[in-house]
C-alpha cells in the first residue's frame, strides 16, 4: 500500500512539471518595463492593475463595431464622391424618413439636382440610415464608431462630419425606435414578506421559511401586481439564474444577437 502511495506521489510530481506546468516566457524588454513596479508601493500596483483591467475589459469584451457588408460599402462609398453639404443633406432626408418612412419624390428631386442615377441616390440614403440607425441602436461610442467606419475609405473630414451627425441625431433616432417597438411590462417595485412555520400540532419542532412577495409592474399607465410564494432554496436559484443572464448579455455572442431584435 505505501509502494502505490508512492508511485501515486511521483506520478502526480511528474505529470505537474512536464504536462500542466505553464510557465510565462517574458522577455527581457518586458522584464525591464515591469521592473518600475518594485519602485511604487502597493497601492499604486492595485491601481495599475485596476487600469489594465478596465483597458482589457474595454477592448475585448466592451468593444462594439458595426459590421459593415461589402454592399453596405459599395453604397456608402458614394459619399465620398460629394461635398459635405451634399451629406448633410442626406443625413436629413435619412432622418425624415426614418421619423416618417420613405418618400420616393425625394430620391427623384437628389437625384435630378446631383445629376445622378435614382438607385445611386436611394442606395447612398438607405446606407446612410442604416448607419445610424444600427450606431443608435447600438450605442455606439465616439471610438467604436469612427474604428467602424474607417474601412468605407474616407478622408477625415468626411469621417468627423459623419461622427458629428450621428451624435446630433443618435438621441432621436432612439427615441423612434422606442416608439416603433413592442410595449412590454416593465419592473416598477418589490415587496416581500418572510414567513417561518414553527411547528404544527403534528409536528411540534418544525422550521419552514417561506417567502412571499408582491411584484409591482407596468405597462405604460397600466399597474399590475402578481403576488407568489417561494422558499429560500427556489429563491436563490431564481437569483443565480438572473445573475447568469445578466452576465450573458456582456458577451459578444449575445451582442451580436441583440443587433437583429433591437
Partial sequence: AVVREFCRINWNYYYY??????????????????????????????????????????????????????????????????????????????????????????????????????AVVRHGVEGLMYLLVESAK????????????????????????????????????????????MDLPHYHDLEWRLEVGMGSRSLQQQVEPSLILRLHTKDGDVSCNQV???????LLHLTKSLESALNELKSQHCRRIMRSIK
Fill in 228 to 234: 407568489f410564494e417561494t422558499d429560500p432554496v427556489n
Fill in 17 to 118: 512539471y512536464h504536462f500542466s506546468k505553464m510557465l510565462l516566457v517574458l522577455t527581457e524588454e518586458h522584464k525591464e518595463h515591469l521592473k518600475f513596479l518594485a519602485t511604487v508601493d502597493v497601492a499604486v500596483v492595485r491601481e495599475f492593475c485596476r487600469i489594465n483591467w478596465n483597458y482589457y475589459y474595454y477592448y475585448h469584451f466592451s468593444k462594439m463595431l458595426l459590421v459593415l457588408t461589402e454592399e453596405h460599402k459599395e453604397h456608402l462609398k458614394f459619399l465620398a464622391t460629394v461635398d459635405v453639404a451634399v451629406v448633410r443633406e442626406f443625413c436629413r432626408i435619412s432622418m425624415e424618413f426614418i421619423k416618417k418612412g420613405v418618400n420616393i419624390r425625394m430620391y427623384t428631386a437628389a437625384a435630378q439636382k446631383l445629376g445622378v442615377d435614382i
Fill in 138 to 181: 447600438l450605442m455606439v461610442n465616439e471610438i467604436d464608431f469612427l474604428d467602424s467606419i474607417v474601412t468605407l475609405g474616407f478622408d477625415e473630414e468626411l469621417n468627423k462630419e459623419l461622427l458629428s451627425l450621428y451624435q446630433e441625431n443618435s438621441a432621436e433616432i432612439r427615441c423612434v425606435l422606442q416608439e416603433m417597438s
